[in-house]
């Protein structure tokens, strides 16, 4: 299968490509990414001599980009479009939701005309759960695939309203689209903005470990090569049309995560600084899994607190690349380390 990856070198999008190329020897993939702040050429440095890997540097709102990454493909084509590449961190659309609608909204729109244009015979729009809002914390249900769109945050409703077009697509032309939404993921790569890094790395530092509000809002964790494995399963063999949603079947406080990485360090929980809250913090997230595990017969390979485990690892082992995001300096130093395109 000759893929084109959008966003392929950020946190989901890198360890997505690293599965392909690892686990399907026969497929190709073209990376198209604007590297923007969260993009980092660096997840996938050591791929840049394989012969089945192509880079693009590309706006996936860009028309003439999108066309030139789907010609960069092998035979100068594409039998599938998995899309990942979005603005996705929350505090960021409170602060300026426009970039949000342009890329994750208007940037969907682009790939799907070029997905029917071209005949694209998948397109995968990899999208969150919190398209459906929030759940009360002692509300023992989970969202299923055919619960209503409720997003609180511009992101949220950025990815909501590509959702929609995604399906629209399908309805209105024929277009063979499925759509994934995954719980929160954790994992190597990812950029330490996020939950889970951020308390990696400020524990490492011997810092406070800021923690919205009183600390107990719910999240759904899910390693990130799990998900992976089920967004494999759903681009082989999912019906065209369809939504499946990717749980993790592992809810946490996010205050019990900080304290279980402090205890990791040995350090104490004095260390948790409670800050001031999010405006509209979603109280809890969770999704079934269970349209997945029937269809596919996937489920998780990791509990949560091996999948932990192994990430501190990993960001232990791997200090030189996430100090550099820290600092900023590798926003310098990608200058020079950004991969030639072909």
Request: charged residues 25%; hydrophobic residues 40%; glycine residues 10%.
């Amino acid at each position: 299968m000759r893929l084109l990856v959008t966003g392929g070198c950020g946190f989901i999008g890198s360890n997505f490509v690293r599965r392909v190329l690892s686990g399907r020897p026969g497929w190709t993939v073209v990376n198209l990414d604007l590297l923007t702040y969260a993009g980092n050429p660096e997840n996938l440095a050591d791929l840049a001599n394989d012969p089945r890997y192509r880079f693009v540097r590309g706006d996936v709102a860009s028309a003439a980009d999108v066309e030139r990454a789907i010609d960069a493909g092998a035979g100068s084509g594409v039998d599938a479009i998995v899309h990942f590449a979005a603005e996705s961190h929350v505090d960021r659309s409170i602060e300026g939701p426009a970039a949000f609608i342009r890329t994750n909204v208007s940037g969907t729109l682009t790939l799907l005309e070029a997905a029917r244009a071209r005949g694209v015979g998948r397109f995968l729009q990899v999208s969150t759960d919190e398209v459906y809002g929030a759940l009360a914390l002692d509300e023992p249900r989970q969202f299923k695939e055919d619960d209503p769109l409720l997003p609180n945050s511009p992101y949220a409703a950025s990815k909501a309203g590509a959702d929609l077009l995604v399906r629209s697509f399908h309805r209105t032309f024929d277009l063979p689209v499925l759509i994934t939404r995954c719980s929160n993921n954790y994992g190597p790569w990812q950029f330490p903005e996020k939950f889970v890094p951020l308390m990696i790395v400020r524990a490492m530092e011997g810092r406070p470990l800021p923690i919205y509000g009183h600390g107990l809002y719910v999240r759904d964790w899910i390693h990130v090569e799990d998900h992976c494995e089920a967004l494999l399963a759903v681009l082989e063999r999912g019906v065209p049309g369809e939504i499946y949603n990717i749980g993790g079947g592992a809810e946490r406080r996010n205050l019990d995560v900080a304290r279980r990485i402090l205890a990791h360090f040995g350090l104490p929980e004095t260390l948790v600084e409670h800050v001031a809250d999010r405006r509209g913090h979603d109280r809890r997230y969770a999704v079934s899994n269970e349209k997945v595990r029937q269809a596919f017969g996937w489920s998780p390979a990791r509990s949560f607190e091996d999948g932990l485990e192994a990430t501190i690892g990993w960001y232990r082992a791997n200090e030189a690349w996430w100090r550099t995001i820290t600092t900023g300096t590798y926003l310098v130093q990608r200058k020079s380390a950004v991969p030639p395109e072909g």
